[in-house]
């Protein structure tokens, strides 16, 4: 069907950037939106940007100015630019992507990644 990998992720120290990449496999014809959510220890996963297709760009608020999110020529990639990293950005990063049309006429909704972990050290 469709799978969504991200990579990138790794140790950076504060004030640092580092740049994720999610890529999406299966017979994918579109994606409409892709995006970027994050889960800290004890707390529940949020939102930190998401992108369409149509290059409209929503951040969370505290990301803004920080992170660029970012889609690839082809269809089924998205990044995620992260820069001047603080240790509130250390999380498990996950790539989402949603309205997803394969071939054959199907689509699917609200497909994660498997999650890539960014620390950020001091």
């Known amino acids: 069907q469709v799978q969504l990998v991200e990579s990138g992720g790794g140790y950076v120290q504060a004030g640092g950037s580092l740049k994720l990449s999610c890529i999406a496999s299966?017979?994918?014809?579109?994606?409409?939106?892709m995006g970027w959510y994050r889960q800290a220890p004890g707390s529940q996963r949020e939102l930190v940007a998401t992108m369409t297709r149509g290059d409209n760009t929503l951040y969370a608020d505290s990301v803004k100015g920080r992170f660029t999110i970012s889609r690839g020529n082809a269809e089924n990639t998205v990044y995620l630019q992260m820069g001047s990293l603080k240790s509130e950005d250390d999380a498990v990063y996950y790539c989402?992507?949603?309205?997803?049309?394969?071939?054959?006429?199907?689509?699917?909704?609200?497909?994660w990644g498997q999650g890539t972990r960014v620390t950020v050290s001091s």
């Open positions: 299966g017979d994918i014809v579109r994606i409409d939106v």
């Open positions: 989402w992507a949603n309205e997803i049309y394969i071939k054959s006429h199907y689509s699917f909704d609200n497909v």
